[in-house]
Every structure is written in C-alpha cells, then in structure tokens.
C-alpha cells in the first residue's frame, strides 16, 4: 500500500503526518514555529519536521496560506507568517528528500481531501468552503482540483458581500469574509458593543445566549455567505456543497437558516440534485496528502 507525507503549514505550527492510501494516519509530528522567522530557519525547521517520517513515502503535500505560486512552489509571503517572502518551499524538499512534491493553497488542500475522504465522497462534483479565521474554497470535478492561476482560484471569502462595506483583511471593504467568519465576526461584535472577544466560542455562546447583537451579527453574516455560495452555484453547478473548518462546529447555529436562504435564491431545477451540509473537517495533513494520491492516480 502506498503512503504518503502531508505538510500543513500554518501562522503557529507546521504539522505533519504520514497517511496510507485509504486516509488512515500512521505517525504524525507537529513544531511549534517562532514568533520570529526569516526564510532559512523556517525552512531548516520544516526539514527536521518532515524527516522522522520520510521512510517509505512517494511524495510529499504541502498546504499553506497563500497567497502563493503553486508552479514554482514558492509562498510568496503570508500576513500571519510575518517575516517570510518568496519563500522555496518545493525546491527545498525535493532536493532535500529526493521525492516529488506538491504545493497548494490550503483551502484547495482542505477541499480536494474533503472530496476524496470525506462525507460527500461520492458525489463528482463538489465546492467546498473552509469556515475558519477566514474563508476559503475550492471546486473538486471528478477528483480534480481547480486550483486557478498559479494556486489562487474560488478565493470565495474575497468576493464581494457588501458594496463599501467593512475593511477586509485584504485591504478591499465588503468582502464576505469581514461578515462570516471568526475575524468577521469578532470585528463586527467590537463594532457594535466595543467589546473584543477572545475567541470564535466566545461568540457563539453569546448567539446561544440570546445575545441580540452577536444574533444579528450571525443573522447578516449567514445571509451574506448564502449569497456568496449562491453565486458560485450558480457558476459552477457542483452537485454537492460542503462546509468544513471550526466555525462548523457551531453549524447547528447558522446552518438551517444558511441552507434555506442557498435553496431559495438559486434556481429551483439544480435544487433537483444539489446536496448540501457539513463535512468531515478531514485534517489539513490529509488534504496536502491527498495531492501526492491525486497525482498517482491510486
């Protein structure tokens, strides 16, 4: 049975676990990486990461924030990784480790994992959007990942939600993700009450407490994540659409309201075969694993 090394790089942590071709893991090992990096600490740390695990794999993936240039496997630089700028992750461990490696985006890491491993594996088209600090997406066709221009495609938390609405972490106001998500919905919170929240949970307790404000704020942004899934449905047609990522955890929350809205706005026909719900939230390991399989064709 073939094995395969998956790489998820992330602001706090690169973790890494060796899986089988069924998506069973067989050893992980997770670093810590410190407040401040330059590129070639970094990627020494990434090295001895990968290496108790390298025996008798055929590849190595490797998920990261972007934005990024998946042919030539360099990140270009990340907001919450301050410190690294065209960084050569590919030609590193290739040369390093004498096997072939993949690099995407980690929303596409996410998507093409959930498409092969997760809940809806059996449907052949999938879009899957990553609830989480932000948002990201990805579009899975019969095993296939759409990456886009150089890694950078179905960006879906950076397309427009409200016309010179909120400031986005990207620098453009309105973006979906400045509504539905966990910088999204804190922000929005401290908007409205002054208060910053600690966390995602913290939020959530208070829409169950019947907060009015947190409610309101998960009332828009819900509807302002329908639209933008609407839209894409409307593109792309994928017979299932799938949400993973933490903020799932609270799906019982938003969920209903989130689908019914979907449901209503598209056209009623694609409503015929559309599935739609959470996922399996498979880990961002097996997700950058699940591109050496993809390329194998197992």
């Known amino acids: 049975m073939k094995h395969a090394i998956g790489v998820d790089i992330g602001g706090g942590s690169i973790r890494v676990s060796l899986f089988d071709e069924t998506g069973n893991e067989l050893k992980s ?10 590129n070639d600490s970094f990627l020494k740390l990434l090295v001895e990461t990968i290496r108790p695990l390298k025996d008798g794999s055929i590849g190595i993936g490797v998920g990261s924030p972007g934005p990024l240039n998946n042919d030539t496997g360099v990140m270009l630089n990340s907001a919450n990784m301050v410190g690294l700028s065209n960084l050569p992750i590919k030609s590193v461990l290739e040369k390093e480790f004498s096997l072939p490696v993949f690099y995407e985006n980690d929303a596409n890491c996410a998507a093409l994992g959930e498409a092969i491993f997760g809940n809806y594996k059996q449907y052949e088209s999938q879009l899957i959007l990553t609830l989480g600090t932000g948002i990201g997406g990805g579009f899975v066709k019969q095993g296939q990942l759409y990456t886009g221009y150089l890694g950078n495609g179905i960006e879906i938390g950076h397309t427009t939600a409200v016309l010179d609405g909120a400031l986005c972490g990207c620098g453009v106001r309105g ?15 401290k908007e409205k009450t002054n208060t910053l929240l600690p966390h995602a949970e913290a939020f959530f ?69 559309l599935k739609m719900g959470p996922g399996g939230n498979i880990s961002g390991t097996l997700g950058a694993a699940s591109l050496v399989f993809v390329k194998e064709k197992f």
């Open 205 to 273: 307790e208070l829409v169950k407490a019947g907060n009015k404000d947190a409610k309101n704020i998960l009332d828009f942004g819900t509807k302002t994540l329908a639209h933008a899934v609407r839209n894409a449905v409307q593109l792309l047609n994928p017979e299932a659409v799938v949400f993973v990522g933490g903020i799932t955890k609270s799906y019982d929350l938003f969920g209903g309201p989130l689908e019914k809205e979907i449901r209503e706005t598209i056209f009623s026909v694609l409503n015929e075969r």
């Open 175 to 189: 973006c979906v993700e400045s509504y539905f998500s966990t910088k999204g919905f804190l922000n929005r919170y």
């Open 29 to 38: 090992n997770h670093t810590k990486t410190p407040e401040h990096l330059n």
